[in-house]
T-cell receptor, first 114, second 112 residues
Framework: DTEVTQTPKHLVMGMTNKKSLKCEQH?????MYWYKQKAKKPPELMFV???????INESVPSRFSPECPNSSLLNLHLHALQPEDSALYLC?????????????FGPGTRLTVL | EDQVTQSPEALRLQEGESSSLNCSYT??????LFWYRQDPGKGPEFLFT???AGEEKEKERLKATLTKKESFLHITAPKPEDSATYLC?????????????FGKGTKLSVKP
């Protein structure tokens, strides 16, 4: 089973709202990722968690706050977003954080910021 | 600078018309070359991982190959359901751990 699940599938929020995106995997993977993807562009890496610790933050604004409660779960907390943050947010996981490890992606959350 | 380039940007085929998608890479040290399929509004679906030149992998109508400079995704007798954007990505030495370098994708349309 190579399934990564994400909830919700769609999210519409105002600029003053606080919301969270959730991601779950049960493959025993120890690395989890958040990506942002705009239309007709490849995914852009936002954060990497390795063994439940944040290992990479690709200069993401503080209005995005990741959290890894345990090895199977990854959250992305959203606050005071801007309309330009509207995008498809993807979660992925891999066995480990090595560049040779295959990343498996979830279906994504389509976020619209009004 | 590490770079991955995919061509063509878009490809239109008739059902049954075989073709190839190209992914050329200029990287400091390739650790893995990954192919994904992405349908509109959905997450990338993993297809293949290739690790060394000469390696080939197949799945149904798809076959991926790797040389020291590029990878090809061959599609044999495609069907309309093969229509999607195909992404390739390189995992490289020395980059941010876990950071894949993506190409911009090839959008494939297969007409019945």
């Amino acid at each position: 089973d190579t399934e990564v699940t994400q909830t919700p599938k769609h999210l519409v929020m105002g600029m003053t709202n606080k919301k969270s995106l959730k991601c779950e995997q049960h493959m025993g993977h120890r690395a989890m990722y958040w990506y942002k993807q705009k239309a007709k562009k490849p995914p852009e890496l936002m954060f990497v968690y390795s063994y439940e610790k944040l290992s990479i933050n690709e200069s993401v604004p503080s209005r995005f706050s990741p959290e890894c409660p345990n090895s199977s779960l990854l959250n992305l907390h959203l606050h005071a977003l801007q309309p330009e943050d509207s995008a498809l947010y993807l979660c992925a996981s891999s066995q480990d954080e090595r560049s040779a490890d295959t990343q498996y992606f979830g279906p994504g959350t389509r976020l619209t910021v009004l | 600078e590490d770079q991955v380039t995919q061509s063509p940007e878009a490809l239109r085929l008739q059902e049954g018309e075989s073709s190839s998608l190209n992914c050329s890479y200029t990287v400091s040290g390739l650790r893995g070359l990954f192919w994904y399929r992405q349908d509109p509004g959905k997450g990338p679906e993993f297809l293949f991982t290739l690790y060394s030149a000469g390696e080939e992998k197949e799945k149904e109508r798809l076959k991926a190959t790797l040389t020291k400079k590029e990878s090809f995704l061959h599609i044999t007798a495609p069907k309309p359901e093969d229509s999607a954007t195909y992404l390739c990505a390189a995992g490289v030495d020395g980059g941010s751990q876990g950071n894949l370098i993506f190409g911009k994708g090839t959008k494939l349309s297969v007409k019945p």
